[in-house]
């Protein structure tokens, strides 16, 4: 059974820092799409980054800000994000797509495709 668990949720002011840790179990994939998205409230969840392999996504608003990388000998995706601001205030969720074609959906959002495994989330809070 797959597993996502995300951590490193908190809050900062504008301008710091957090790291987020998703520990993923149970996969059996050799490859597969792994992403962060965030849903504030009273919006819709929408994808933040993404990565397969060595091949990343952000959206427009967090590229610069945001890194997506992963850590394969301890099973974890990480989000590093710097320079938050008020607008990143989110509940944040790791995920997983095991297809083959995962990539190259990338780009769709979260309502045109939903990814196959999901982890509960972690609150992220700036303030300004």
């Known amino acids: 059974q797959v597993q996502l668990m995300e951590s490193g949720g908190g809050s900062v002011q504008a301008g710091g820092s957090l790291r987020l840790s998703c520990r993923v179990s149970g996969v059996r994939h050799r490859t597969y799409c792994m992403g962060w998205f965030r849903q504030a409230p009273g919006k819709e969840r929408e994808k933040v980054a993404a990565m397969r392999d060595i091949r990343t996504y952000y959206i427009d608003t967090v590229k610069g800000r945001f890194t997506i990388s992963r850590d394969a000998a301890k099973n974890t995706l990480y989000l590093q994000m710097n320079s938050l601001k008020p607008e990143d205030t989110a509940m944040y969720y790791c995920?997983?797509?095991?297809?083959?074609?995962?990539?190259?959906?990338?780009?769709?959002?979260?309502?045109?495709?939903?990814?196959?495994?999901w982890g509960l989330g972690t609150q992220v809070t700036v303030s300004s």
């Open positions: 995920a997983a797509d095991f297809s083959p074609g995962c990539w190259d959906r990338v780009e769709l959002e979260y309502r045109q495709y939903i990814w196959d495994a």
